[in-house]
């Protein structure tokens, strides 16, 4: 467990008695919800029971453990806003552009006094999480509520970097559109990727604007005029975000309508090769199947040059139906 307190327009670390903010990892709180569960404790580590007497002094305060500890590791899948009798669960995710499997869960637990972040270790430290949360910080004129601003300090330092991301989307898919008659499973492989990338950051953008919003009206009481203009100010930028990606949503499907528009015409011309082909051949084939049939009494059968007639023939019907298509502009 790591603990820091506001002091000069940054988190602070400093000692578990003096601090307003303490961190946990989701691993630990795992481990002390099967701890209290089963009973199953490791004897051979004292961290860990000191970690659990640490973490239950903060979660048993006037709530149940197992259903708070419960809440928050469920609540770390998903983004929301719990209001309770004795404190407030808020959960968010910080965005990975390349993996969205690696998103960050972050879940809050607000007291009176204090309040709780839980993280997953594994994706990231407690430090970062702070030094971005001063980073943001340090950006703002007046903050009179530092608690309550963590979200917002976090989501405005993760959203630095998605306008360049989304505008490498619409770039990508400039070149998809311009390259589209090249390599049309490549292209459809690429244009499936780009709706499932835009769905899931229209989602977030969403999700995080009706979860604002929520915080600010309900904490419209404990907020200063300070902290609700920040958060809307941070929701008006996600409305943007939003926008922006519904547009390239948009722009995608429009790329993929000339995908199918590319593999349509290319369909029509093999179609229509098949169709020239037919076209050319038919007669022949009439030919052949006519004089295929060897009946004793067909004069062309005994003539001296039968055989040398119908090969002449064939070749005038190919000759004149290759002038006749290039001459109506058929084959292209």
Excluded at 62 to 71: I, Q
Excluded at 81 to 101: C, F, M, P, R, W
Excluded at 242 to 260: A, C, G, I, S
């Amino acid at each position: 467990m790591l603990s820091y307190r506001f002091e000069n327009k940054k988190f602070v670390a400093v000692s578990e008695s003096e601090a307003t903010l303490h961190c946990f990892s989701f691993a630990e709180l795992d481990l002390h919800q099967t701890t209290h569960l089963f009973g199953i404790q490791d004897p051979l580590s004292t961290q860990k029971e000191n970690f659990q007497e640490h973490l239950k002094k903060y979660l048993d305060k006037e709530s149940h453990f197992l259903f708070l500890a419960g809440l928050v590791l469920s609540a770390k899948n998903d983004m929301f806003i719990g209001y309770y009798e004795d404190y407030t669960l808020l959960s968010v995710q910080l965005k990975n552009h390349e993996d969205s499997a690696k998103n960050e869960p972050i879940v809050m637990v607000f007291y009176k006094d204090y309040t709780l972040l839980f993280y997953d270790e594994t994706l990231a430290t407690a430090e970062s999480y702070i030094q971005h949360m001063n980073n943001t910080f340090g950006q703002l004129s007046t903050i009179d509520d530092p608690t309550l601003l963590i979200p917002y300090a976090l989501i405005r330092y993760d959203l630095l970097t998605d306008r360049h991301f989304l505008k490498e989307i619409e770039n990508e898919a400039m070149e998809l559109e311009l390259s589209v008659t090249t390599d049309l499973k490549q292209a459809q492989n690429t244009i499936l990727e780009l709706r499932k990338i835009l769905s899931n950051y229209k989602h977030y953008y969403l999700s995080l604007i009706d979860l604002f919003e929520d915080l600010s009206e309900d904490y419209k009481e404990l907020l200063s005029e300070n902290a609700i203009h920040d958060y809307q100010r941070l929701t008006n930028k996600l409305d943007r975000l939003y926008k922006y990606t519904v547009l390239l949503n948009e722009y995608v499907f429009q790329v993929n309508d000339r995908f199918r528009a590319q593999m349509d015409l290319n369909l029509n011309k093999t179609m229509r090769t098949f169709t020239i082909l037919s076209a050319i051949f038919m007669p022949l084939t009439l030919i052949a199947g006519w004089y295929g049939m060897n009946f004793e009494n067909m004069p062309e059968l005994t003539l001296e040059y039968g055989y040398i007639y119908v090969i002449g023939f064939s070749l005038l019907i190919l000759i004149s139906s290759l002038v006749y298509i290039k001459v109506k502009g058929f084959w292209k």
